[in-house]
């Protein structure tokens, strides 16, 4: 069986952050590692059929605000609507992730915090010393990931890895890859469980 849980994830996307921690805890739950890949989705929706948000129908784009504001409600988590530095630069902060991944230290609470600090404390998630103060905050160097990421030239590193979703099926955020079972969304965790622990009774 699967000991790793492929985690593609938007630090734009608010389904990814209200997704996170669930996740984070299912995975724990049920022993299993989280390779986290901060993608770009950009070259993902041109290829398998999705729109940016600003260029959704104004209907698409009114309904996306109701459900955040039922899913905020319903799992009772801090979410600001429309955060006054959204959309931000993801790039900086992808590459600490990345770099963090490599280095062995912990990527995925590190991407919580960006997720947080975009839909939460409407912090710039492109702005260097917010980024610095949030792996600090989780006892990493920010700086020394930023070298480690430009090091590895990781925009080359994200573009191959973000060709690599596409060839695996991904086409939105989040997307929970097990196996070869992919499932697309927070609102997905619940059929993730089940197959999980599914798994852990065969």
């Known amino acids: 069986m699967p000991q790793v849980i492929d985690y593609y994830v938007s630090l734009n996307s608010p389904w990814t952050y209200l997704g996170h921690d669930r996740f984070v805890a299912l995975a724990r739950k049920h022993g299993k590692r989280i390779h986290i890949e901060p993608v770009d989705f950009a070259p993902i929706f041109a290829a398998t059929g999705g729109l ?29 609507l429309q955060p006054a530095n959204w959309p931000g630069q993801e ?36 702005d260097d010393t917010t980024l610095d103060e949030l792996a600090a905050a989780l006892g990493m160097d920010g700086e020394a990931l930023r070298a480690a990421a430009a090091a590895a030239d990781y925009p080359r590193i994200r573009e191959a890895a973000s060709q690599r979703a596409i060839e695996r099926g991904v086409f939105g955020a989040p997307s929970y ?26």
């Open 52 to 80: 940016p948000l600003p260029k959704r129908s104004p209907q698409r784009q009114a309904y996306r605000l109701q459900e955040l504001e039922r899913w905020r409600t319903f799992l009772n988590l801090p979410l600001v």
């Open 91 to 126: 790039l900086a902060a992808a590459g600490m992730i990345y770099a963090a991944r490599e280095r062995g230290d912990d990527a995925v609470a590190l991407a919580g915090a960006v997720l947080h600090a975009n839909w939460v404390d409407e912090k710039n998630i492109g």
């Open 177 to 202: 890859l097990y196996g070869e079972s992919l499932y697309w969304g927070q609102d997905r965790l619940d059929f993730l469980e089940r197959e999980l622990r599914a798994e852990g009774n065969g």
